[in-house]
């Protein structure tokens, strides 16, 4: 499924949970569907893979997206390189168990997205969102994302490959 055939099926009460998994799916896919209707600004963009990392058995994705179009090759090598940089200690810190569409900038320890280092790397690069997600040791397999901004707030949802299938 592509970006603009998944953004369609988000329109729908119905589309966040065919791409949503898990026993309390229902209850978020509700959730992400009142946040995605109701956006001031929404759409499905094509993620990138910045860096890739495993430890203990799961997987560590450093992923960017452009909110108003895909990421040119030059501005993706500069923030691969500079996520490279970043210690997989700080990755794992940072991360979050994507499940729903959830605020971009909250953490489990920390509310201020400020405090994030990784997510600092896309700020000289307007339009431009630099998250990690938890994924399989596997490889990240996020190719798509949907993202929407209501009441000035970013809220993000990075689609597992397999659902898309």
Known sequence: ????????????????????????????????????????????HEN?????????????????????GPLDPRTRETLAAQAERI?????????????????WGWHPRSYDPGAHSIQAIGDP?????????ATSDKGPDRPLVVHAVKDGRDYIYPVPGDRLR
């Open 48 to 68: 990138h893979e910045l860096r890739f990392a495993t430890h203990e058995g799961i997987g560590y994705a450093v992923m960017a997206f452009g909110t108003t």
């Open 125 to 133: 690069f307007p339009d431009v969102i630099v998250y990690v997600a």
């Open 1 to 44: 499924m592509d970006a603009h055939t998944l953004a369609r099926r988000l329109e729908e009460p119905s589309g966040f949970g065919s791409v949503m998994k898990g026993m309390f799916k229902d209850g978020k896919a509700k959730k992400a569907h009142a946040v995605y209707s109701t956006a001031q600004h929404k759409g499905v």
């Open 87 to 103: 210690p997989l200690g700080t990755v794992r810190y940072e991360c979050v168990a994507y499940s729903s569409l959830m605020p």
